[in-house]
């Protein structure tokens, strides 16, 4: 079975830090790009950061430019979500997901093929 399996979440104070990692199964992903997203009670799944499939090109949301780095490790088939200065706003579920064009700045759900369980990440004020 294909998965992608996210862990790392958890309860953070405000100003805290917390690594995500989404690990590969079941197939490889090292030539796909890799995108985080979130969703907050109530609101749509957004878009947080993406990485391309060799690593050389990586985007974000507005919102976590300079706070968040995604990165990317292919021989693990596995990549990092690093999450620094949290604000009780960055409160979601955090997915993963893995598209086959590997490269291009991909914002939208539909970009993606695959997706991870997702999860939770709490930052208390």
């Known amino acids: 079975q294909v998965q992608l399996v996210e862990s790392g979440g958890g309860l953070v104070q405000a100003g805290g830090s917390l690594r995500l990692s989404c690990a590969a199964s079941g197939r490889t992903f090292s030539t796909y790009g890799k995108g985080w997203f979130r969703q907050a009670p109530g609101k749509e799944r957004e878009f947080v950061a993406r990485?391309?499939?060799?690593?050389?090109?990586?985007f974000y949301a507005a919102s976590v430019k300079g706070r968040f780095t995604i990165s990317r490790d292919n021989v693990k088939d596995t990549v990092y979500l690093q999450m620094n200065s949290l604000k009780p706003e960055d409160t979601a579920v955090y997915y993963c997901?893995?598209?086959?064009?590997?490269?291009?700045?991909?914002?939208?759900?539909?970009?993606?093929?695959?997706w991870g369980q997702g999860t939770q990440v709490t930052v208390s004020s």
């Open positions: 990485i391309s499939w060799s690593g050389g090109t990586t």
């Open positions: 997901a893995a598209d086959q064009s590997g490269i291009g700045d991909k914002r939208k759900v539909y970009d993606y093929e695959y």
